[in-house]
Structure formats: structure tokens, C-alpha cells
T-cell receptor
């Protein structure tokens, strides 16, 4: 596979569930990002990792917990989410932090 | 004032038309400018990437940056139905340690056959 991949593509979860989103990049990049995209709003940056170290946490609630075990993989662990967390969650990578970003297809999350 | 303003549209044009998409911004430190195309139910795809002022052309697409007016444009010539998508502008200041891209809300474009 090439580029940035995300799994699952769709996820429905209850407010008490725990789930994880996975992102993998095959571009040899050193920076990875999580974004939230809701209808009629700009993309919201959630987290930035550079060389596996978290460099930005954009005031994201603790019910979202990122993990970056190596420069190719990024996870977003979810627990006790709210219905307003339903959105498209996008992963991106860039050669270094601040460069142009390349996005995955996203995970469409619905919280019931 | 928002950092980046982009008219959400929707914009509907006939096939073959020239399309102009625009963003304005307030931060004079921005110097890297990008345009992304996002098809329905897909992630954004990098379309154009420019630095500082001037024009950049790639096939039917031309990106234009006017830093004095804090205004960027994307022109699409001979538009096709396959160009129907949401177009997002993004920018940052490129300073060391600045990892954040600032995005516009996106403009939804429909090209009618």
C-alpha cells in the first residue's frame, strides 16, 4: 500500500465503549497529525507528533488519547465519547513538522 | 477576524468554465500556501503548494499568491465534472517549530456536464 492508510473507515460506538483508530504512513515522513473534520467547520488540528514525540496537543479532551509507537504508525484511543464527537477523523503525515501534509481517507465516527 | 476566510459556496459552473477559488488571511507571517481537493467521503488531497508571492501552474490549475493583499487564488481552466469537490486552502508561517497548518472552511464546487 502507498500513502497514508487509516482503519477502520467507519466506526459506530456507544458512549461507554473503548475503541482505537489506526493510521499508517508509507511515505518515510517524520511527522504525523490527527485532525477532526465536522460539517461546516474548518479542519481542527488535534495532535502533532514529530519523530514520535508529541509536539502539540490542541486543547483536546482527555477522552481522546494519541499514541505514536514509531514514525510510521499513529493511533487515537477513544473512550467515553460524546455524541458531539461524531465526525470524520483524519490522519496526515509530512516530511517534517510544518511541511505540506498528506492525508489518509479518514475514519467516519458515529457516537450513539 | 478569522485567520483564514474562505467562501463556502456552493459554487456551480458549467463544464469548460474557468473557476476562481479564493482565500483571504490576516497573518502577514504566512508564507507557505497550499490548496487541497477533497472528494466526498475521502481525505483531502494536496493539489498545489506555493511559497511566498507569485503564480504556480500545474496543468489546468494555477495557484496565485498576493501577499500584499493577503489573498490567494486557485484557478481551474476548462473545468470538468471530475473537478467537483470541496477545495480547501491552507497556510503556515514556516517558522521553526510551527507545525500548524491553518485551513479555510473549504469551497464546495460542482461542475455540471
Amino acid at each position: 500500500e502507498t500513502g497514508v492508510t487509516q482503519t477502520p473507515r467507519h466506526l459506530v460506538m456507544g458512549m461507554t465503549n473503548k475503541k482505537s483508530l489506526k493510521c499508517e504512513q508509507h511515505l518515510g515522513h517524520n511527522a504525523m497529525y490527527w485532525y477532526k473534520q465536522s460539517a461546516k467547520k474548518p479542519l481542527e488540528l488535534m495532535f502533532v507528533y514529530s519523530l514520535e514525540e508529541r509536539v502539540e496537543n490542541n486543547s483536546v479532551p482527555s477522552r481522546f488519547s494519541p499514541e505514536c509507537p514509531n514514525s510510521s504508525h499513529l493511533f487515537l484511543h477513544l473512550h467515553t465519547l460524546q455524541p458531539e464527537d461524531s465526525a470524520l477523523y483524519l490522519c496526515a503525515s509530512s516530511p517534517t513538522a510544518g511541511d505540506e501534509q498528506y492525508f489518509g481517507p479518514g475514519t467516519r465516527l458515529t457516537v450513539t | 477576524q478569522k485567520e483564514v476566510e474562505q467562501d463556502p459556496g456552493p459554487l456551480s459552473v458549467p463544464e469548460g468554465a474557468i473557476v476562481s477559488l479564493n482565500c483571504t488571511y490576516s497573518n502577514s507571517a504566512f508564507q507557505y500556501f497550499m490548496w487541497y481537493r477533497q472528494y466526498s467521503r475521502k481525505g483531502p488531497e494536496l493539489l498545489m503548494y506555493t511559497y511566498s508571492s507569485g503564480n504556480k501552474e500545474d496543468g489546468r490549475f494555477t495557484a496565485q499568491v498576493d501577499k500584499s493583499s493577503k489573498y490567494i487564488s486557485l484557478f481551474i481552466r476548462d473545468s470538468q465534472p471530475s473537478d467537483s469537490a470541496t477545495y480547501l486552502c491552507a497556510m503556515n508561517d514556516g517558522q521553526g517549530g510551527s507545525e500548524k497548518l491553518v485551513f479555510g472552511k473549504g469551497t464546495k464546487l460542482t461542475v455540471n456536464p
